[in-house]
C-alpha cells in the first residue's frame, strides 16, 4: 500500500498515461484495419471498371462502391464520436 502522497499522486499519473497508450493504441489499430479494408474496397471495382461495357454498367458499379465508401465514413465517424466519448469519461473521472 502507498502512503506517501506524492508516490499515490505519481502511481495515479502512471495509471492514467496507460490508459490513455492503451486507447491511442487501440485507436490505431482501428484506424489501420479500415485503410486495410479501404484498400481491399477499391481494388475490386478497379478491376470491374477495367472490365466493363458500358457506361452505364461503369456507373453502377462506380456508385456500388461511393456508396459502400459512404457507409465506411459514416462508421469511420461513429466511432471516432465513440473513442472521444470514452476519452472524456476516463479524463473527467
Known amino acids: 500500500m502507498i502512503t506517501d502522497p506524492a508516490d499515490r ?3 495515479a499519473m ?3 498515461q496507460k490508459e490513455l497508450l492503451d486507447a491511442f493504441e487501440q485507436a490505431s489499430r482501428a484506424r489501420l484495419s479500415r485503410v486495410k479494408s ?3 474496397l ?3 471495382p478497379a478491376t470491374k471498371l477495367s472490365t ?7 456507373l453502377r458499379t462506380y456508385q456500388k462502391y461511393v456508396t459502400q465508401r459512404i457507409q465506411m ?3 469511420d ?5 465513440d473513442e ?9 473521472g
Open 52 to 58: 466493363t461495357k458500358s457506361v452505364p454498367e461503369a
Open 77 to 81: 465517424g461513429q466511432q471516432l464520436s
Open 38 to 40: 479501404d484498400m481491399e
Open 14 to 16: 502512471l495509471g492514467m
Open 84 to 92: 472521444c466519448q470514452r476519452s472524456r469519461i476516463k479524463s473527467l
Open 73 to 75: 465514413i459514416a462508421e
Open 42 to 44: 477499391w481494388s475490386e
Open 9 to 11: 499522486t505519481n502511481a
